[in-house]
């Protein structure tokens, strides 16, 4: 389920954010979709397709 928490966030570019405190390793983290979620709220974990993987799985 996911759940709202406060990060401390060190370098941003324009795509990437440094989250420095607030998050343990291995945890994950929804940077999209967050527009409906809420604590609790339901959540499916779908790995993101790289072009790569998708070229691998489409020439098998």
């Known amino acids: ?4 928490r406060k990060v401390k966030t060190g370098v941003k ?3 990437l954010v440094q989250i420095i405190d607030g998050v343990k ?4 983290v929804i ?3 967050t527009i409906a979620l ?3 709220a339901p959540i499916k974990y779908q ?4 072009k790569k993987a998708e ?3 489409t020439t098998q």
């Not at 389920?1 to 709202?4: I, L, Q, R």
């Not at 790995?47 to 790289?50: E, Y």
């Open 1 to 4: 389920t996911a759940k709202a």
């Open 13 to 15: 570019s324009a795509q």
């Open 25 to 28: 390793p291995g945890e994950k």
């Open 31 to 33: 940077t999209t979709g």
């Open 38 to 40: 809420f604590d609790g």
């Open 47 to 50: 790995p993101k397709i790289t």
């Open 55 to 57: 070229a691998k799985t």
